[in-house]
């Protein structure tokens, strides 16, 4: 069973930065990663993705703010979050998937980010 542990969420300013962290165990496989945000009262959002192979996507939202990026061969990804907006308040989840399929099959608890004005 593949588990997923989220860090590094916390309170921001606007304009201001921060990186989340996703780490994937129980698995030999190299995974297709994701992070989604659910704010308040909305749907839950694919933020940015990254394939086995490192291919990478990102909302329309976040492009140019937001990185997604693996530490080498490991199932670590990071969420790199700058010029932060209130908009992007939410819980950020860690989301993966063994290839083929998409990075929705196994879910992080979330971590709260939230951006002040």
């Known amino acids: 069973q593949v588990r997923l542990v989220e860090s590094g969420g916390g309170l921001v300013q606007a304009g201001g930065s921060l990186r989340l962290s996703c780490t994937a165990s129980?698995?030999?496989?190299?995974?297709?990663m994701a992070w989604y945000r659910q704010a308040p009262g909305k749907q839950r959002e694919l933020v940015a993705d990254?394939?086995?192979?490192?291919?990478?996507g990102y909302a329309d939202s976040v492009k140019g703010r937001f990185t997604i990026s693996r530490d080498g061969a490991k199932n670590l990804v990071y969420l790199q979050m700058n010029s932060l907006k209130p908009e992007d308040t939410a819980v950020y989840y860690c989301?993966?998937?063994?290839?083929?399929?998409?990075?929705?099959?196994?879910w992080g608890q979330g971590t709260q980010v939230t951006v002040s004005s």
């Open positions: 989301a993966a998937g063994i290839p083929p399929t998409m990075a929705n099959n196994y």
């Open positions: 129980g698995t030999i496989f190299r995974l297709n």
């Open positions: 990254i394939t086995a192979g490192d291919v990478t």
